[in-house]
């Protein structure tokens, strides 16, 4: 047993130790030099065959040599469990600093925004807002704005009835709650009427269900003109300062003189494109001068009254402004639409 010897197994155990990258392994040394067939206890316990001058100097270094490869072993251990412990902390840490997951803001339906756009401006200009039930009567939708039954102007609204006994029906346009508010209240009366109607179409500009926005002014002296310049001015602000307006004589049983709204067309500028079909216009609403009759119907002297009407559809206008090419997608509820506007 030379102290070379000695010497190199202490330096190979250290090497070894210093190597070892997991307590298995580690253990694996423990055994190997310290358990109880390991080198140094075999040494130890070779001892009594060293000659006896050497023998005590050879336990001495035997012991120093367990000594120190016992606490390498401890080192090492507390080295691999901590490196441990490091691993398993940061593999179960939460990175704090990752951005939250965002909240979505909601928002106003493109309708609701164009909606709220036109009440705007009508009220800006002293229309007070009114509305009225959807299930309507034969009498408010058609009747009272003087088309009676088997008129043939009824077959310019296809009408989606619920009961044809109590005569009741989706109303197909906001004007009966003309006849509602005028029934209720004595001249003058200035309103708009925004709100759902309902008939029976469907293709990529037209809806079972849209929207509407009836405007109704009556009072001693209200004229054409009145109408032409309160439109002219609406669809001034709605589109564009420079939109070109142009007044067609129409045909509505509920007014007298009727008229139809055009304005020039917002895709090509007039020019004639697919939209307008090479027209350069496009129809925006119907108007006209109230017919007595109406007035007659809700107890108004016609003699002393006067009034003038419109109606237009929120979807079209929110189509021209913002460039839809089919109603549809206003009511899929798609957020990747919805969420452009
Ligand atoms: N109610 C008509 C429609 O739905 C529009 C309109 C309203 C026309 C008022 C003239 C006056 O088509």
Same mark, same amino acid.
């Given at each position: 047993?030379?102290?070379?010897?000695?010497?190199?197994?202490?330096?190979?155990?250290?090497? /070894?130790?210093? /190597?070892?990258?997991?307590?298995?392994?580690?253990?694996?040394?423990?055994?190997?030099?310290?358990?109880?067939?390991?080198?140094?206890?075999?040494?130890?316990?070779?001892?009594?065959?060293?000659?006896?001058?050497?023998?005590?100097?050879?336990?001495?270094?035997?012991?120093?040599?367990?000594?120190?490869?016992?606490?390498?072993?401890?080192?090492?251990?507390?080295?691999?469990?901590?490196?441990?412990? =490091?691993?398993?902390?940061?593999?179960?840490?939460?990175?704090?600093?990752?951005?939250?997951?965002?909240?979505?803001? =909601?928002?106003?339906?493109?309708?609701?925004?164009?909606?709220?756009?036109?009440?705007?401006?009508?009220?800006?200009?002293?229309?007070?807002?009114?509305?009225?039930?959807?299930?309507?009567?034969?009498?408010?939708?058609?009747?009272?704005?003087?088309?009676?039954?088997?008129?043939?102007?009824?077959?310019?609204?296809?009408?989606?009835?619920?009961?044809?006994?109590?005569?009741?029906?989706?109303?197909?346009?906001?004007?009966?709650?003309?006849?509602?508010?005028?029934?209720?209240? #004595?001249?003058?009366?200035?309103?708009?009427?925004?709100?759902?109607?309902?008939?029976?179409?469907?293709?990529?500009?037209?809806?079972?269900?849209?929207?509407?926005?009836?405007?109704?002014?009556?009072?001693?002296?209200?004229?054409?003109?009145?109408?032409?310049?309160?439109?002219?001015?609406?669809?001034?602000?709605?589109?564009?300062?420079?939109? =070109?307006?142009?007044?067609?004589? #129409?045909?509505?049983?509920?007014?007298?003189? #009727?008229?139809?709204?055009?304005?020039?067309?917002?895709?090509?500028?007039?020019?004639?494109?697919?939209?307008?079909?090479?027209?350069?216009?496009?129809e925006i609403l119907g108007a006209g001068m109230v017919n007595p009759r109406?007035?007659?119907?809700?107890?108004?002297?016609?003699?002393?009254?006067?009034?003038?009407?419109?109606?237009? =559809?929120?979807?079209?206008?929110?189509?021209?402004?913002?460039?839809?090419?089919?109603?549809?997608?206003?009511?899929?509820?798609?957020?990747?639409?919805?969420?452009?506007?």
């Open positions: 047993m030379s102290k070379n010897e000695l010497t190199r197994i202490k330096k190979e155990a250290r090497d /070894q130790i210093i /190597q070892v990258k997991n307590i298995k392994e580690l253990d694996e040394l423990k055994i190997k030099y310290l358990g109880k067939k390991g080198i140094l206890t075999q040494l130890l316990r070779g001892l009594k065959d060293v000659a006896q001058e050497e023998r005590a100097q050879v336990g001495k270094t035997l012991n120093e040599m367990k000594e120190e490869i016992g606490s390498l072993v401890k080192d090492k251990e507390a080295k691999i469990q901590e490196v441990a412990i =490091g691993a398993k902390l940061k593999e179960e840490s939460i990175d704090i600093t990752l951005p939250g997951k965002p909240l979505g803001l =909601g928002k106003l339906h493109i309708i609701t925004q164009v909606m709220e756009e036109i009440k705007d401006i009508f009220i800006k200009m002293g229309f007070a807002v009114a509305e009225g039930p959807e299930v309507e009567t034969d009498y408010y939708n058609f009747e009272a704005l003087n088309m009676e039954q088997e008129h043939p102007a009824r077959d310019m609204w296809s009408t989606l009835y619920i009961d044809s006994k109590n005569n009741t029906l989706l109303r197909t346009h906001t004007s009966p709650v003309q006849i509602r508010v005028m029934e209720k209240e #004595s001249p003058p009366v200035r309103i708009i009427v925004p709100g759902k109607v309902y008939r029976h179409d469907l293709d990529i500009s037209h809806a079972p269900m849209f929207h509407q926005v009836e405007g109704l002014w009556v009072d001693k002296e209200v004229t054409f003109s009145d109408l032409k310049g309160t439109l002219s001015i609406f669809l001034k602000q709605i589109f564009a300062s420079d939109v =070109g307006i142009r007044f067609r004589p #129409s045909f509505f049983p509920f007014t007298e003189p #009727s008229a139809e709204v055009d304005i020039s067309c917002v895709i090509c500028k007039g020019k004639g494109c697919r939209v307008c079909k090479g027209t350069g216009w496009i109406v007035l007659k119907n809700v107890g108004y002297n016609p003699e002393e009254v006067i009034g003038y009407a419109f109606g237009m =559809g929120v979807e079209r206008i929110a189509m021209l402004k913002c460039g839809i090419d089919d109603i549809r997608l206003f009511f899929e509820n798609d957020l990747r639409f919805l969420k452009q506007f």
